[in-house]
């Protein structure tokens, strides 16, 4: 079998989505997820202009070896440009190994460890109480474990809280906007959330929260200890992780369970904080994180650490993704959590999926390969749209991580 062509499809229905293409000369052929957040057009060069002239004609039952060939053979290593256009490629590959086997990816891989997938829905609001209405919601729906953000009071907009009732999208307009962020209110006020979240729904449901990089490690320090009472499943982003030693520091004063990273490309970004035990759950995911291939042998590092998934699954990320890590999630052994925001109607008539959600979990189906394709007619209708991820500044205008 020959790879006869790999094209490229980006749509926008309701947000940008990149999806990568590969045909063999048997007709079978896979799809994987390029889709980069405000950075889309960057991963459509680099694979339309650099790498896919490179598959045609190679066997696609090689996927290690064309992985290498992308990752080690190039000069230019890592990026999250380079490594999502990598992950795209090797995902459609794997789909194709699956569909050639009969079989779907989660066989492929070594087979289930276990019966169902549990994942994390949002839950947000302006306020304490519109938060807690929108946590009955998600646990009406089924929902174990949910992700609670709500807005500060004197903060305008917070990230994670939606706006007007939608569903939270960040990459909101054509230039990036700005937000105001202030440590000190956000600090003062997050931990009465949690209380009210124990006091509302008890200690079964999983509570998580997302700091979205914005503390430093002393004030992520605090955090941790100050919810500790209120057993978060975990705390994500807490700081930047660019700096890695700065992690020991909040390990050394919390108990509360640390996440990390959904922004890492690379098995290299995530060592330190595996190897020296400064984290309990990774989250880089199937497309940001040079796909299937590469994912393993961070899951495989991070067993050693006792260290879980939990893997990123915003909406910034195709269903495609979302179907590839389901079968990931359903085979690793150290396997926690993974993350679900719902995909609109409009998304999920361009995406064709297997995966099945039920109260609470979901299971990959058993659809050969990934189970996910996409209608390229209906893709074609929604044109690209440039759609950026604001900018955070704190209240002096000091610009900040957002
Ligand atoms: O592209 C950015 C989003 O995916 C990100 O803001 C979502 O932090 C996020 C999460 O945990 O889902
Ligand atoms: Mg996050």
Redesign the pocket.
Known sequence: MKITEAKVIVCCPGRNFVTLKIMTDEGVYGVGDAT???REKAVVSFLEDYLCPSLIGRDPSQIEDIWQFFYRGAYWRRGPVGMTAIAAIDTALWDIKGKVAGMPLYQLLGGRSRDKIMVYS?ANGNDIDTTLAEVAKSVDKGYKAV?VQCGIPGVAST??VSKGGKS?E??DADLPTESVWSTEKYLNHVPKLFEAVRNEFGEDLHILH?V?HRLTPIEAARLGKEVEQYHLFWL??CVPAENQDAWKLIRQHTTTPLAVG??FNSIHDCRELIQNQLIDYI?STVVHAGGITQLRRIADLAALYHVRTGF??????SPICMGTALHFDYWVPNFGIQ?H?AHSEEMMAVFSTSYEFKDGYFTPGETPGHGVDIDEALAAQYPYKRAC?PVNRLEDGTLWN?
Not at 312 to 317: R, S
Request: aromatic share 12%.
């Open positions: 980069l957040n405000g949002h992700r990230y994670g939270y960040p990459a997302d979205h994500e982003d959904e922004v989250r990123h699954g915003a909406t910034d990320l993350e925001m991820l957002w």
